[in-house]
């Protein structure tokens, strides 16, 4: 069971930092959309999730981030949506990309008011980071989740 825990957690960390790092363009600055974010459903399906979700950020982060404020901060962003979502795991599937959205508006949001300034406020700048994380949880995030919802329940065992 360790073992297979381990490797779901590799391969989402893998996964997660392929689609930041490939898709580089959208995936960094104030106007995002992380692809990649759309996993953060995961943690529904396996706790493996939720330090495969915080490796791989960590690793998209160390790669082609904004520094070492977006790897600190921001890998422990995810980290902290990931745990909270795995605590959603008997509740609705709706309610899995909320903390995605809300913690990532929140720390990144005030990390890029603090780093790119040019005179955007926080609000501007969580709204811009909460946006890009409505649109990877929930039009790419929810189809995820049920998709995998109908492959065989034991792929996650």
């Known amino acids: 069971m360790y073992v ?10 893998a996964i997660y930092a392929a689609l930041t790092l490939l898709l580089a363009p ?6 995002q959309i992380r692809v990649a974010e759309a996993l953060c459903v995961l943690p529904l399906f396996t706790p493996a999730a939720v330090p495969g979700l915080f490796v791989g950020c960590l690793i998209a982060n160390l790669i082609g981030g904004m520094g070492i404020y977006d ?3 921001g890998s422990l962003a995810t980290l902290a949506a ?3 979502t795995l605590l959603l795991k008997n509740r609705s599937p709706w309610l899995a990309p909320l903390p995605a959205v809300i913690v990532n508006a929140v ?3 005030a990390m890029l008011s603090f780093l790119v300034g040019a005179g955007e406020s926080f609000l501007v700048c969580a709204a811009y980071v909460g946006a890009g994380e409505l649109i990877a949880g929930y039009v790419l995030g ?6 995998l919802k109908k492959l065989d329940p ?3 065992a």
């Open 4 to 13: 297979k825990r381990l490797v779901q957690g590799a391969l989402i960390a």
């Open 26 to 31: 959208i995936s960094y600055g104030m106007m």
């Open 71 to 73: 790897v600190v901060i």
């Open 82 to 84: 990931a745990s909270l």
């Open 107 to 109: 720390a990144v949001g």
């Open 142 to 147: 929810m189809p995820l989740y049920y998709g």
């Open 154 to 156: 034991e792929i996650f």
